[in-house]
């Protein structure tokens, strides 16, 4: 079945630093990928997505990757702000799957200092 | 700009306790979703709808079950609440199935004493 993990459970920067999330998959049919942001107390929130068609998609301060051939995703965030402290999911849905069921890695804790 | 509503944000019940969670939606989105949220097993699919009318079990449905009578509102029953159903519940509805992201509410909190 598909799995989608983190690298890192939890990651610190500086206020004005870039942050880098990463995320692995291991289904080779998965065709869509999104990353999500979740502030305490809140649900997640759609950050920006990207199709497997592409290799990089850039949205406000925000850009994904996505290498299809060691099946592996990442958000970077540009210059970190203390209001993007949160937790950071990516998901994946495949091609053939029912529903086009998303499927969710646990997360990873990004923390801004000033 | 509501989105996704769910009611109630917190709630506490004893086991064997029945209860209905809400979830409504105002984006004419066809497709409904629960999930619940453990700490450090991610979100997980209990049920699902397609359409007005349409249910369908996810993940791990035992336990719960769900009712689309209106396109907007989707809810999540438990008729016999156990501890191990303490979790975050999260509504989440989508425009179709594929190529198109979940938009959540804020979460339903759930604890069973």
């Known amino acids: 079945g598909e799995s989608v993990g983190l690298h890192l459970p939890t990651l610190s920067v500086q206020e004005g630093d870039n942050s880098i999330i990463n995320c692995a998959y291991s289904?080779?049919?998965?065709?869509?990928f999104i990353w999500y942001k979740q502030e305490s107390g809140k649900g997640p929130q759609f950050i920006i997505d990207?199709?497997?068609?592409?290799d990089k998609r850039q949205g406000q301060r925000v850009t994904v990757l996505l290498n299809k051939t060691v099946k592996h995703l990442s958000l970077q965030i540009a210059a970190t702000q203390p209001g993007d402290s949160a937790v950071y999911f990516c998901a994946e849905s495949a091609r053939g799957s029912t529903l086009g069921r998303l499927y969710f890695g646990r997360g990873t804790q990004l923390t801004v200092w000033p | 700009n509501a989105g996704v509503t769910q009611t109630p944000k917190f709630r506490v019940l004893k086991t064997g306790q029945s209860m209905t969670l809400l979830c409504a939606q105002d984006m004419n989105h066809e497709y409904m979703y629960w999930y619940r949220q453990d700490p450090g097993m991610g979100l997980r699919l209990i049920h699902y709808s397609v359409g007005e009318g349409t249910t369908a079990k996810g993940e791990v449905p035992d336990g719960y079950n769900v009712s689309r009578l209106k396109k907007q509102n989707f809810l999540l029953g438990l008729e016999s609440a156990a501890p191990s159903q303490t979790s975050v519940y999260f509504c989440a509805s989508s425009y179709r199935n594929r190529g198109q992201p979940q938009h959540f509410g804020d979460g339903t909190r759930l604890s069973i004493l």
């Open positions: 990207i199709r497997s068609n592409m």
């Open positions: 289904n080779s049919a998965s065709d869509y």
